[in-house]
């Protein structure tokens, strides 16, 4: 019963529904009593051959009043008690998808999309299923057994009633056998369902890389072998639940064979009527809903108690991120500064970054460059905050960034990483995503600032152009320039570009970084790339490798230095003239 507890906030918030399906399961119940009784009535009247017309006519109304009051009642609950499990399912899935939402970066890098997806789904339903199946097999189990029982001791015979329900303790004892054992499998099915999604998440989204490397048979046999695992725990499950209706059905069979000897011995005493057996065999009928109501009830507490508490754990989680009550509301501008000692990165050991300092005038423009792994993404990363566990502080308008409240910085930077997510929507509901207020004037501006807009033209729909499932209709460096599109919509006072024209050719690049050069003089710029054709014309370029600084200054200062700045660009201009291409400069 530890779920109901659990779900105690709920059932306070909305006792006055409950209640009202409670009070209709009660109607229902109290009406059920009467159909045995008038069966029982008529089984006398014919055994003494005194049934008359009248007294048919009026049992035979009484039965259909009764029926259509029961179908009455059966509707109040139904409404009432269904109505709020949908409800709270809907409350827990707003409520867990806003905490994903309020979840920082590590979060995600320790749950798999697959997991939360099973989360989300799965594990929603079990609950619901507990305010809804649940309540009613608990309430019904108790008012329906409970007022068949006393209708049992008093219309028919006390006695013959104790004899009845003498099997109905092994029950209990079964219950309380079965239901910890239930519980861990329960566990275990939902989390083997939990690697199961993943893993049919992670293939259909690198169905490409599948196909491309020919492993769709090795892929097929591992999901396959996934399936199996899961199977065979679910298995464990179904024997274990399989168990509760055999049990009822053989306590039921037992309560019946002493009602009919016992029962008969009382006939045959005259202690009792024929008429009132039949009713007392009647109302035993109508205990095998509740029996087996029980059996159900512990399938579904203990499948949404296992279902509650992995998504307790999840809600328990908490985000590094933290957004100050108090902080700065008013959004960054000026001056952007850049001090931090030092940087590890979560459950890691080695540091990232190491004594990373400069600073940006506004409206001047920043260059990262390095080889892969230097940590050119990882300066980045702590200025959108996805990470405040570092040595040191950034200051954005002369106040640090951990101080704004994230309502006011966020939407003051532009971002634009090398992979682009697109939605599965149209090429204009991409672009004004960050505002969806903008104007079809707007998108257009912002598509022709990233060199998009004659490109839009030439497709049928235009900007109604549907880009499929994250942006698949569109090539690398189509989806990039959607991506830069959007992040100007909203003029930020920080545009990032993580290498964001890695898929765009020469010519396209040197049109977007001019246009940027010509519209952003007085915002700033940080340009991170492998190409240093992007970064050359930036007012400061900062070399790293290994997560520190180990070139410094505009690009004439490093040709003339003739590091590795000097030797990478020399190498990517010769390798543009083989290719017959131009390196801009």
Known sequence: ???????????????????????????????????????????????????????????????????????????????????????????????????????????????????????????????????????LQFADSIITGGTTLVAMMLVVDWRLTIIAILPFPFL???????GKKMHNAFRKSQAAFSRLNNKAQESISGVKVIKSFGQEEDDV?????????????????NKLDAMFD???????????????????????????SLGELVSF?????????????????????????????????????????????????????????YAVESFTFPDEQDENLHQIDFTIKEGGTLGLVGQVGSGKSSVIRLLLRQFDSYQGAIYFGGVDIRDYQLDALIPAIGYVPQETYLFSNTIRENIRFARPDASQKEVEQ???????????????????????EEGISL??????????????????????LDDALSAVDAETETEILQTLRAERQDKTTIIASHRLSSVMNADEILVMRDGQIIERGSHDQLMAAGGWYAETFNMQALETSEKGGQLNG
């Open 246 to 272: 055999p049990i009822t059905t053989m306590i039921m069979a037992v309560s019946y064979v002493l009602t009919i000897v016992y029962g008969g011995h009382l006939v045959v005493s005259q202690t009792i």
């Open 1 to 135: 019963m530890g779920i109901f507890i659990k779900l105690g906030w709920y059932f306070k918030r909305e006792w006055k529904t409950y209640l009202v399906g409670v009070f209709g399961l009660l109607l229902t119940a109290l009406l059920g009593i009467v159909p045995p009784w008038i069966i029982g009535h008529l089984v006398d009247a014919i055994h003494k051959h005194s049934l008359t017309v009248q007294q048919l006519v009026t049992l035979l109304v009484t039965l259909t009043v009764v029926s259509l009051a029961q179908y009455l009642a059966r509707y109040i609950w139904r409404t009432a008690i269904w109505g709020e499990s949908a409800k709270l399912e809907a409350v827990m899935r707003e409520r867990l998808f806003w905490h994903y939402m309020q979840m920082d970066t590590e979060f995600f890098q320790h749950y798999r999309t697959g997991d939360l997806m099973a989360h989300a789904t799965n594990d929603l339903s079990a609950i619901q299923r507990v305010a809804g199946g649940g309540i």
């Open 475 to 496: 090539s690398g460096g189509q989806r990039q320039r959607i991506a830069i599109a959007r992040a100007l919509l909203i003029d930020p006072e920080l545009l990032i």
């Open 446 to 468: 912002a598509a022709a600032k990233s060199d998009l807009a004659d490109q839009i033209q030439t497709f049928p729909a235009g900007y109604d152009t549907q880009v499929g």
């Open 172 to 178: 209990a004892v079964m219950a309380r056998v079965l």
């Open 281 to 337: 065999v009647s109302y035993l009928s109508m205990l095998v809903w509740p029996m087996f109501a029980i059996g159900m009830l512990f399938n579904t507490l203990e499948r949404g108690n296992a279902s509650y508490d992995r998504i307790a754990n999840i809600l328990n989680q908490h985000s590094g991120i933290l957004d100050k009550e108090d902080g700065v509301v008013k959004g960054p501008h000026g001056d952007l500064h």
């Open 221 to 237: 046999a591992e999901f396959n072998g996934q399936i199996d695992e899961t199977i065979e725990i679910n298995r464990q499950v």
